[in-house]
């Protein structure tokens, strides 16, 4: 094998060139700002417990997560479209329990943005904060809730847009395992392909000469065969 990686050391050289340029942006990135905010779902005021955030009941995270789910519906994508939210965005509702198993008991929600400038990933988070307030206040209303009994959304931590920024160490690593497979595979292939072409050539070279004898010989023999017709 090493010596057909020497044969085709140009093909090598094309790989690595395509790696460095890889690595040139995997070295200076595009920068991307993520932004995160959390909501809570409160209960209303009542007279027994007039301190919201502490009664916050496992069927206000049933109703904050009914709500999640009608904005990551295609509708729903579609309305935070029309609000102006570009980009990636996430609403990820507080999990008590696994990834197999979720459990959603508590009615906090954390909104994540990605832009490439602060300012427009922190608007994104609003707007989508925004059209979480809408569901809730819809749902409610569809309901025929009293104003005074109806439950609501506070901001507990503002969005705030923070550089992404990943491990360029891991990022090297990767391009070079992969020029690395990759230049040996092209090497490998190319080479087949050179010396089964090259083979043809000769095997074509070979037997050129033959078949023309051959064809002056049967030439040659119709000739008397056609005067002694005559």
């Known amino acids: 094998m090493f010596r057909t990686l020497r044969r085709r050391w140009y093909v090598l050289v094309l790989v690595a060139v395509l790696a460095g340029t890889g690595a040139l942006q995997v070295l200076r990135p595009t920068r991307t700002y993520v932004s995160s905010a959390i909501v809570v779902l409160k209960?209303?005021?009542?007279?027994?417990?007039?301190?919201?955030?502490?009664?916050?009941?496992?069927?206000?995270?049933?109703?904050?997560?009914?709500?999640?789910?009608?904005?990551?519906?295609?509708?729903?994508?579609?309305?935070?479209?029309?609000?102006?939210?570009?980009?990636?965005?996430?609403?990820?509702?507080?999990?008590?329990?696994t990834s197999v198993t979720p459990r959603y008991l508590i009615p906090s929600l954390q909104v994540q943005a990605e832009h490439a400038e602060p300012a427009a990933a922190n608007l994104a988070v609003l707007k989508v904060v925004e059209a979480y307030t809408k569901r809730i206040t819809a749902m409610q209303a569809e309901q025929q809730i009293p104003e005074p009994a109806r439950m609501s959304v506070t901001l507990l931590v503002p969005p705030t847009a923070v550089a992404q920024t990943g491990t360029k160490s891991r990022g090297l690593a990767g391009t070079a395992l992969l020029a690395g497979v990759c230049g040996v595979a092209a090497a490998l292939w190319t080479d087949q392909v050179v010396t089964r072409r090259n083979r043809r050539r000769r095997e074509s070279a070979d037997t050129g000469p033959e078949s023309e004898a051959g064809a002056v010989a049967e030439a040659r023999s119709r000739v008397p065969a056609a005067a002694a017709a005559r």
């Open 43 to 97: 209960p209303p005021v009542t007279g027994s417990q007039p301190n919201q955030l502490a009664n916050l009941q496992p069927p206000l995270a049933a109703v904050s997560y009914a709500a999640v789910q009608q904005l990551e519906s295609p509708a729903g994508a579609d309305e935070l479209r029309a609000a102006g939210v570009a980009g990636t965005y996430r609403l990820i509702p507080r999990n008590s329990g």
